[in-house]
């Protein structure tokens, strides 16, 4: 067979992280490369509690669900966000199969080929597989400690006349970062003056360490009612990845276009799933269980950082994350972390080189390490055998 493959499969790109959790599999390789919550703090017994609740409402649990998803668990998710200074209702709401889904129906019904979307220098490796399979134009704006730029976004702005801007301003992946809230009003201002959609990403932004107070999120921020921002964010990290569920809100008119988008993709996701979540809403501690991780994830985040300044590696920098779930490190400048790779899987070591998640001018000296799916033990071998290949090529 002469297969006729369309011209967008050439921009389908394969996950760097998904390669190398491939390189790992059935070798004794301590990974520190996948995004993976740990399965320890999985709640298992609540989850078969819950499936077993939705079982007991008879045979129409297996039935076609709606498109924009179970209407009762939209209704907490709503109350939910709540917590957030985030007012919405559930027609406001689309649920989504993961919030993966979310930014490819965004990027289905708003951008065209050709089309040019801003993003963070670095930023997160699969929305850009999604932005460059839409054969968009993908181009970076400045970051800091602090966030994006200010005067780098309103300079490319007006250069590029963007369709959209994807940003994570809260424990950002790769980088851990959590924009400051003079960043967050600042890129807000810019993007409603200048009639840019922002795209904001937050699946992390519930796994916040040392008790400080949650920063607002732009959509919060963003008062206007027809406002600019789209908000997205999922259950993968506070309950459990496999029930793929997570949701987008914003303005009804944007909803309604992802709404038909998805009929068009899957009719809907998962209802059991999303039936699943809402009994856990109702009989579950939910924000007890996210305190319990959180906890955990802070005391991994503090082993991480600590291993990290025992290692002489010539003045290599990271930034300690103030939650989420990765450190991001810049190495010498003459290291290229894809060969480092190599010698790190070598010593029984595997890690993600930064240069897959930036869309231009890669920084080819970066890596991002995880540091929630390890235990103790596994995590100072790591960071040993990381250190003999990074001695290696120093």
Not at 229 to 242: C, G, L, M, Q
Request: proline share 4%; hydrophobic share 40%.
């Amino acid at each position: 067979m002469d297969y006729r493959f369309s011209d967008t499969t050439e921009s389908f790109k394969s996950s760097a992280v998904r390669e190398i959790l491939k390189l790992t599999q059935g070798k004794s390789i301590i990974s520190l490369a996948g995004g993976l919550p740990n399965e320890q703090y999985f709640p298992i017994d609540a989850v078969r509690d819950a499936f077993s609740r939705v079982f007991d409402e008879g045979k129409q649990v297996l039935q076609y669900g709606l498109t924009e998803g179970f209407t009762p668990l939209r209704e907490s998710i709503s109350r939910h966000l709540q917590r957030k200074q985030i007012h919405v209702g559930i027609d406001d709401m689309l649920l989504t199969t993961g919030s993966q889904q979310a930014i490819d129906l965004l990027t289905r019904v708003y951008v065209d080929p050709g089309d040019v979307i801003l993003v963070e220098r670095p930023t997160y490796l699969a929305a850009l597989q999604i932005f460059q399979s839409r054969q968009a134009r993908i181009v970076s704006v400045d970051c800091d400690d602090d966030g994006m730029n200010l005067t780098d976004l309103e300079n490319k702005i007006q250069q590029y006349n963007p369709k959209l801007i994807y940003v994570i301003p809260t424990f950002s992946n790769p980088s851990g970062k959590a924009w400051s809230l003079e960043r967050r009003k600042g890129a807000l201002d810019i993007c409603k003056r200048n009639n840019v959609l922002i795209l904001e990403d937050d699946p992390y932004g519930e796994l916040r360490f040392g008790g400080e107070e949650a920063l607002p999120s732009l959509f919060a921020l963003d008062e206007h009612p027809n406002g600019c921002v789209i908000y997205t964010s999922t259950f993968s990290k506070i309950v459990a990845p496999a029930l793929r569920t997570g949701w987008a809100i914003g303005d009804p008119r944007v909803i309604r276009h992802m709404t038909r988008a998805k009929q068009a993709a899957d009719l809907h996701s998962s209802s059991m799933d999303q039936q699943a979540l809402h009994q856990l809403f109702l009989h579950f501690d939910l924000y007890g269980h996210i305190d319990l991780v959180r906890t955990e994830y802070e005391k991994r985040m503090r082993q991480m950082v600590e291993l990290l300044k025992q290692q002489d590696w010539n003045g290599a920098r990271w930034i300690e994350p103030k939650g989420g779930m990765f450190i991001w490190v810049e190495l010498p400048e003459h290291i290229n972390t894809e060969e480092l790779l190599k010698l790190a899987v070598e010593e029984g070591v595997a890690f993600v080189p930064g240069v897959s998640f930036y869309a231009d001018e890669p920084k080819h000296n970066t890596m991002r390490l995880n540091f929630t799916h390890t235990d103790t033990k596994q995590m100072m071998e790591g960071i040993e055998r990381l250190n003999r290949a990074i001695h290696k090529v120093l």
